[in-house]
């Protein structure tokens, strides 16, 4: 398998569920990250991981979890979400050397919490 | 202010023709680099051009070119004989500096309609 991959594909959680979205990278890059599209607003950047460590977290609520156990695999935590959370949640990898460390993405991973 | 401008939400253009995306970005590095992304219905996000600020020509990848103006500090994406299959959203983003917590800005996006 090649890429980025994400699953699950469609999720639907009620609000006190709690469930993980699963990134897997297969393209040898040192950097993941979690970014959030909601529908009428510009891609969010929630989380960055870069070598396994955990380098940005713009103010995202405690209700999301990141967990980045190696360099390839990133989770998404998620408990008592928000209707307002229901989006598309994108990961993405990169190679992260200085400059073009372009970002490679998931196919997504579209919430509904109900 | 918005760091990534993306002034057309939503274009339709006749198959065949070139389409040119506008987007203009603000920054005061003198290190940065600029990315246009594909959005299909589908909801993946395709990687398809880099130009990076100290590149002293456009960047071209197969029908994909970039106009990239530095001193207007414009970015636009320019697809050459276009293609129902190129019907999608498309982003504008732009990392500045080049360290590891450096992070990528996405525009709003423009959503293309290609048009038998």
């Known amino acids: 398998e090649t890429g980025v991959t994400q699953t699950p594909r469609h999720l639907v959680m009620g609000m006190t569920n709690k469930k993980s979205l699963k990134c897997e990278q297969h393209?040898?890059?040192?950097?993941m990250y979690w970014y959030k599209q909601s529908a009428k607003k510009p891609l969010e950047l929630m989380f960055v991981?870069?070598?396994?460590?955990?380098?940005e977290n713009n103010s995202v609520p405690s209700r999301f979890s990141p967990e980045c156990p190696n360099s390839s695999h990133l989770f998404l935590h998620l408990h008592t979400l928000q209707p307002e959370d229901s989006a598309l949640y994108l990961c993405?990898?990169?190679?992260?050397?200085?400059?073009?460390?372009?970002?490679?993405f998931g196919p997504g991973t579209r919430l509904t919490v109900l | 202010a918005q760091k990534i401008t993306q002034t057309q939400p939503g274009m339709f253009v006749q198959e065949k023709e070139a389409v040119t995306l506008d987007c203009t970005y603000d920054?005061?590095?003198?290190?940065?680099?600029l990315f246009w992304y594909k959005q299909p219905s589908s909801g993946e996000m395709i990687f398809l051009i880099y130009q990076g600020s100290y590149d002293e020509q456009n960047a071209t990848e197969g029908r994909y070119s970039l106009n990239f103006q530095k001193a207007r500090k414009s970015a636009n994406l320019v697809i050459s004989a276009s293609q129902l299959g190129d019907s999608a959203m498309y982003f504008c983003a732009m990392r500045e500096g080049m360290n590891r917590d450096d992070k990528i800005i996405f525009g709003k996006g423009t959503r293309l309609h290609i048009l038998p």
């Open positions: 993405a990898s990169s190679q992260i050397a200085g400059g073009q460390d372009t970002q490679y």
């Open positions: 393209l040898g890059h040192n950097a």
């Open positions: 920054t005061s590095d003198q290190s940065y680099g």
């Open positions: 991981y870069s070598l396994e460590e955990r380098v």
